[in-house]
């Protein structure tokens, strides 16, 4: 039905905690996009079924019961449907196999993506939802035996693949803790409006990687300002510097490294990585995103 | 006036950020003691004669006049008056020469003694204020010729003295950060009533000594309660052993050290210590303080 004349048109969905992002799609090719603050926070009662069909009621109207495939964190405890993490190595294969299929209320068939666990670099249990398909599109869109992939973000993820799958994967809480100190700690106390500064963002890349502990580290946000070394409309330009230096430290500089996301973040990260003599070669998020997810939804509606 | 008999009555304060506490001493003698959540902070218009006055009016009634001997924030920017950083090596007779010496509105003779600053052991810009009090009577309670001592609290110091005099210390914002991560935090959210549980803090201590990076090792407390290693009521117990055994890993255990503070913070770096084969001597704060800020007034008192 959906899928007639060759051509699919089909609903693919992030939604996160605090985001909704959904595209129309002919196949890969964008008709429409939807963004909205209607992250999971934002659902009461777990009415997640009448959220969703007010938010796509525009499409909905023209075309009924288009397919639907979601990742992120709808498919978390705290989401629509509790879908249980694929484990390591996790390939497209691994990802359909636990895929949660169902239908929604308004009839459409359904799929929820599963996250995936494993241990991380250091050893340490870990988690991701939503970047495992952009990790899977990113090897659709550059083929090669190995990658490494740097995906930026609120808690950023330093991935591995071979052969197209996901091996170990590592999170750095990266953005989270730059809103916290800038939002809630002494270090962003009584600033002015904020000003993007070059200098002071390198400051804080080279200061970070000198192997100084984090707790250390971040005190010198505080130290500088008072020593006057760094303006006060430019502190968040070296906190952001010291946050994304002290995850960059981790990468072993020998190694060709992606970094996934929007061209802002992915730009940020690639002046940081310059600093240190690492090469990063960016490639745009939305478009991994979609080409993961259009190569799951093949499969599954194989299976369906 | 103040010292006769050989006996001397004064008033010893430690005003910092959120806090403010207040001795009444006979010589080294606590007769009474303040302790009010009256903080820089909470002082308006930077009135802070009238509001060291009203604090203080108990004691005034009877004695007017006594000596004032401060220490703390109340010494900085945002305090009663910016005096200045003494610089490293700081001793007593550096710290006496930047004191500010002046007069309250109620004709008490009074002084502020400058904090510290100096380079981290880690090369970094680094600052005390009122800790330095504690070291210098740290090594009058304990002389030796060198002394290694760790100051816990909000923004823990690592310091090291030789002869007496303070040669380098380090800060740790190992307090404030587990508040943020408790208060604002992913990590801390949706949790039920915390209780102290042992095991849990243990466990957060030896996660943290494997040298992992801080933004990847704190996530841990994410993925463990996902995994169900930790029970939600010990989740703080947890992040306090990431915290403080993230700062116990800086320290080498060949060198004796000491842990100056209060009763119940000493006993908990006490026994994260005794996991990583350190041995910490604990001495009481109070004790520390009123010593070393009493010798500082017999130096003071000499020069007025």
Same mark, same amino acid.
């Given at each position: 039905m959906y899928h007639m004349k060759?051509?699919?048109?089909?609903?693919?969905?992030?939604?996160?905690? #605090?985001?909704?992002r959904a595209f129309l799609l002919e196949? @890969?090719?964008?008709?429409?996009?939807?963004? @909205? $603050?209607?992250?999971?926070? =934002?659902? @009461?009662?777990?009415?997640?079924?009448? #959220?969703?069909q007010r938010l796509l009621a525009p499409w909905l109207e023209e075309r009924c019961a288009l397919p639907v495939v979601m990742a992120g964190m709808v498919g978390s405890q705290q989401g629509w449907q509790d879908v249980p993490y694929a484990t390591l190595p996790a390939g497209a294969q691994n990802l359909v196999r636990g895929t949660y299929t169902f239908t929604t209320p308004w009839g459409s068939p359904a799929w929820i993506i599963p996250g995936v666990t494993g241990n991380s670099r250091y050893g340490q249990p870990d988690?991701?939802?939503?970047?495992?398909?952009?990790?899977?599109?990113?090897? &659709?869109?550059? $083929?090669? &035996? @190995?990658?490494?992939?740097?995906?930026?973000? #609120?808690h950023s993820k330093h991935a591995r693949m071979r052969q197209g799958e996901i091996v170990d994967f590592t999170t750095f809480m990266?953005?989270?803790?730059? =809103?916290?100190?800038?939002?809630?700690?002494?270090?962003?106390?009584?600033? $002015?409006?904020q000003e993007p500064h070059d200098p002071s963002f390198a400051l804080g890349i080279d200061t970070a990687s000198e192997g100084t502990p984090f707790s250390h580290l971040i005190f010198s946000a505080r130290t500088r300002r008072l020593a006057g070394e760094i303006a006060l409309p430019h502190i968040h330009s070296y906190l952001s510097g010291l946050l994304i230096g002290h995850e960059l430290a981790t990468v072993d500089g020998g190694q060709p490294a992606w970094v996934v996301g929007s061209s802002a973040l992915t730009a940020r990260y690639q002046q940081a990585a310059g600093r240190l003599g690492l090469k990063l070669n960016a490639v745009d998020g939305d478009t991994c995103f979609l080409q993961g997810l259009n190569s799951l939804r093949s499969l599954v509606q194989e299976i369906a």
């Open positions: 060759g051509k699919s048109n089909w609903i693919a969905i992030d939604w996160g905690t #605090t985001n909704f196949d @890969e090719r964008i008709i429409a996009r939807l963004a @909205e $603050p209607c992250g999971l926070l =934002s659902v @009461e009662n777990k009415q997640f079924g009448a #959220t969703l988690v991701m939802r939503g970047e495992e398909i952009q990790l899977l599109g990113l090897a &659709q869109c550059h $083929p090669a &035996q @190995e990658h490494f992939a740097l995906l930026p973000g #609120t990266t953005g989270e803790l730059f =809103s916290l100190l800038c939002q809630h700690s002494l270090l962003g106390r009584d600033l $002015p409006e």
